[in-house]
């Protein structure tokens, strides 16, 4: 049987994060408890919250459950794990302006040529260009899972354009609405200076042709897109406009968005669309999403767009294991987070390895994501790894395999009470003049018992997320 | 030798249409092969947008046309003072990785009959020089030359199994039958000067580059089965057709797209 991490509970002692929620629990009766859910569901519905977290698919009117019960760092925890994030946001754009450049890493041979310039999410289009403070990756989503209290693992990067954090705003606003007194009694680090922090890492890289005040906005492929309520969001706290590819045009070397006071130029653009679907001239000649002649653009210095194009390259689950030897290559310090150990099927020895192990390791396809296409070894039939073993055999490039991970518990509201349940997080790292991180993220529950799989289309769930101030 | 370049390309629409907008990569490359003496591109009635060389050395440029868009005009002329470096692109400033030009497209798909084709060339090669010749040869042995028989989205597996094309076809199959192999390949667009006793080959002309550990990108034109010389000029590269396309371009409007190319090379008496 595993043991696993309770972040609340050593035996029957309260760790000292959790010491102010204990009370709280306790004296929750049943009805209030249930009132109070339903209040909550009742205002993320009213504020229209429904989305799923990018690209796990699922009924987009579907409500992500949230749960009540908080999840808490103590400032120490937090400080330490703040180095860490940062480091790895900043190697990671270190990779990203190297291997559009020059490519030491791989001419020193830290890295295989292959994996880089033969990767899917390599843009050739961008090769040579240096973005302005040469950061590719603005805005960086960094999963963490917690095995025990002083042991964090990274579970993966996201480089492009991370989703949540809108779920990490409304989850407080909602908890400061139905309990104002947790707030009192605790003395909470905000997380509400989000969206200000963007605007200022985002003004901060406008092109060195923007000779006033930048304009930014935030370009969505529309309202049909999951993560639609989260663009229209962060427009609205950031004060800029929220534009589909239809409502910009090139000419003259800038953007322009058009208004009722005639074309605007724009500087920087904060994009919600993916790489492919950016500009059919350079891209997808079929994506009617994006903006004819913004590469050109782009390219000439024009307008920013934030993440730059190919910015992918670096959160491939091929190229995290190289994580680490950026760290120690760009930064030459130690990394201060820890991956996970991963086999690589395209490897025979690991693929020996993986397919003798499947009942143990959890395997995931390189270029998949949401928990989809994805074997719990320990949780999975044998029916479940028989098949996946052919499926593995056939396109060993296709997978990758991690030891299961004994995921860290937070008590959790279920049906019977409070009951742990797994829990993982992804804090939101701003990378413009300066790299910033608000003290939070969103922490996803797994609310099914026993269950390792966060993600919301799998019964995942959300929950506020607090920095205890020192 | 020197070349006189005189390039038009229209499209005509039987409807107005709105906004035009064009990606140029219409501009020689420098390398020792070519020195460019004078050259202009202009598009007309339309607005410049922004310039810069990209990280494979080509120049590109970006235009747009304000509505109503009745047709699109693009005009190129200049001069360039060819050498022969026998294909070796010598002096050509770069950044992209070579492995970079290993990864396959719709169009540079590698079937079996490609990989059979790649692999059977280079058997017996004493070097990478020579498999990038044999690849070549084998290229031009497979597909005869014979326009009118493919089109613009043809891939390089259809042209192969066809047996003929015109040079985007061989181009197409050298780059993917490099890559079945995997040798760097890259498509190439640019001009041909074609004698009087020469090959009656398409002026604008395309060919491939496949990279050789040691030596660097080198030119093959399986379509007249030699290497690029001085009767050749450069403008720019890509995985494939598509992507080193001299003029890319989308203009608004569901109006029927008519193209008119002319493109004259002359070589200037000295």
């Given at each position: 049987m595993t043991e696993y991490f309770n972040e609340m509970f050593d035996g029957g002692k309260v760790r000292q994060p959790y010491g102010g929620l204990d009370g709280w629990m306790r004296d929750m009766p049943a009805e209030l408890r249930a009132m109070k859910q339903a209040e909550a569901e009742a205002l993320f519905r009213r504020i229209g919250i429904t989305f799923a977290v990018y690209g796990e698919g699922?009924?987009?009117?579907?409500?992500?459950?949230f749960d009540m019960f908080p999840r808490v760092f103590t400032q120490t925890e937090w400080r330490k794990l703040e180095r860490g994030i940062k480091q790895r946001a900043r190697a990671l754009n270190a990779f990203l302006l190297d291997v559009y450049g020059r490519g030491e890493i791989v001419r020193a041979g830290r890295i295989p040529a292959r994996l880089v310039y033969q990767n899917e999410a390599y843009e050739r289009a961008v090769?040579?260009?240096?973005?302005?403070?040469?950061?590719?990756?603005?805005?960086?989503?960094?999963?963490?899972?917690?095995?025990?209290?002083?042991?964090?693992?990274?579970?993966?990067?996201?480089?492009?354009?991370?989703?949540?954090?809108?779920?990490m705003l409304?989850?407080?606003?909602?908890?400061?609405?139905?309990?104002?007194?947790?707030?009192?009694?605790?003395?909470?680090?905000?997380?509400?200076?989000?969206?200000?922090?963007?605007?200022?890492?985002?003004?901060?890289?406008?092109?060195?042709?923007?000779?006033?005040?930048?304009?930014?906005?935030?370009?969505?492929?529309?309202?049909?897109?999951?993560?639609?309520?989260?663009?229209?969001?962060?427009?609205?706290?950031?004060?800029?406009?929220?534009?589909?590819?239809?409502?910009?045009?090139?000419?003259?070397?800038f953007c322009w968005m058009r208004t009722t006071e005639g074309p605007k130029k724009l500087d920087v653009i904060y994009r919600r669309i993916d790489d492919a679907f950016i500009d059919p001239l350079c891209f997808r000649p079929d994506s009617m999403l994006g903006v004819p002649g913004l590469m050109d653009v782009y390219r000439s210095g024009g307008v920013t767009i934030c993440s730059a194009p190919g910015a992918g390259v670096a959160d491939d689950k091929a190229i995290y294991t190289f994580v680490p030897e950026m760290v120690r290559f760009y930064l030459g310090e130690e990394p201060l987070l820890e991956n996970v150990p991963t086999w690589q099927c395209a490897k025979p020895d690991d693929l020996k390895y993986v397919l003798d192990h499947l009942p143990e390791l959890v395997v995931k396809e390189v270029h998949g994501s949401g928990g989809y296409g994805m074997l719990v070894g320990p949780k999975a039939t044998k029916e479940q790894i028989e098949t996946f073993r052919i499926k593995i055999k056939e396109n060993p490039v296709n997978y990758i395999a991690q030891p299961t991970l004994a995921l860290s518990t937070t008590p959790t509201f279920v049906e019977e009470g409070v009951a742990p349940r797994h829990v993982d997080l992804r804090p939101?790292?701003?990378?413009?003049?300066?790299?910033?991180?608000?003290?939070?993220?969103?922490?996803?529950?797994?609310?099914?018992?026993?269950?390792?799989?966060?993600?919301?289309?799998?019964?995942?769930?959300?929950?506020?997320?607090?920095?205890?101030?020192? | 030798m020197i070349l006189t370049v005189n390039h038009v390309t229209t499209y005509d629409y039987d409807a107005p249409m709105g906004t035009a907008v064009q990606s140029l990569r219409l501009f020689p490359s420098r390398f020792d092969g070519q020195r460019t003496i004078d050259w202009s591109v202009a598009v007309e009635g339309g607005v410049k947008g922004g310039s810069f060389r990209d990280g494979a050395g080509d120049r590109v440029e970006g235009w747009s046309i304000r509505p109503p868009v009745e047709a699109v005009t693009i005009t190129v002329t200049g001069q360039v003072e060819t050498f022969d470096t026998s294909g070796v692109l010598r002096g050509h400033r770069e950044l992209v990785h070579p492995m970079a030009y290993l990864r396959e497209t719709v169009a540079t798909w590698i079937d079996d009959a490609l990989q059979e084709l790649g692999e059977s060339a280079i058997e017996g090669a004493s070097d990478m020089l020579d498999r990038a010749h044999r690849l070549s040869a084998a290229v031009a042995e497979a597909i005869a030359y014979k326009p009118g028989v493919t089109h613009t989205h043809t891939t390089a597996a259809?042209?192969?199994?066809?047996?003929?094309?015109?040079?985007?076809?061989?181009?197409?199959?050298?780059?993917?039958?490099?890559?079945?192999?995997?040798?760097?390949?890259?498509?190439?667009?640019?001009?041909?000067?074609?004698?009087?006793?020469?090959?009656?080959?398409?002026?604008?002309?395309?060919?491939?580059?496949?990279?050789?550990?040691?030596?660097?990108?080198?030119?093959?034109?399986?379509?007249?089965?030699?290497?690029?010389?001085?009767?050749?000029?450069?403008?720019?590269?890509?995985?494939?057709?598509?992507?080193?396309a001299p003029i890319r371009g989308i203009t608004q409007g569901a109006g029927e797209e008519r193209l008119d190319v002319t493109v004259a090379l002359e070589q200037l008496q000295q």
């Open positions: 699922g009924d987009p009117d579907r409500l992500i459950p090769s040579g260009f240096i973005p302005p403070r040469g950061i590719y990756s603005h805005i960086v989503g960094i999963d963490l899972v917690r095995t025990g209290p002083d042991q964090f693992y990274v579970l993966e990067d996201n480089c492009r354009t991370p989703s949540g954090v809108s779920y409304e989850n407080r606003e909602i908890m400061m609405r139905m309990f104002p007194q947790l707030f009192r009694e605790n003395r909470i680090e905000p997380v509400d200076g989000y969206p200000d922090a963007l605007r200022r890492t985002l003004a901060s890289v406008a092109p060195a042709k923007c000779d006033r005040e930048p304009t930014i906005a935030i370009l969505t492929p529309g309202h049909f897109n999951s993560a639609y309520y989260e663009h229209s969001f962060l427009a609205d706290l950031m004060g800029v406009e929220l534009v589909e590819g239809a409502d910009l045009f090139c000419e003259g070397g939101y790292c701003l990378v413009g003049e300066k790299v910033e991180l608000v003290p939070g993220g969103l922490t996803r529950v797994a609310l099914t018992e026993g269950s390792l799989v966060v993600n919301s289309s799998q019964g995942g769930g959300v929950k506020d997320t607090w920095v205890l101030a020192e | 259809e042209a192969l199994a066809q047996g003929e094309g015109v040079c985007q076809d061989h181009a197409h199959a050298l780059v993917a039958a490099a890559r079945a192999v995997d040798m760097p390949a890259r498509y190439v667009s640019g001009y041909l000067f074609a004698t009087e006793d020469g090959a009656p080959h398409e002026a604008a002309h395309a060919w491939a580059e496949i990279w050789v550990e040691g030596i660097g990108w080198i030119g093959f034109d399986p379509a007249n089965e030699c290497c690029p010389d001085e009767r050749y000029i450069r403008l720019g590269s890509g995985l494939d057709a598509r992507e080193a």
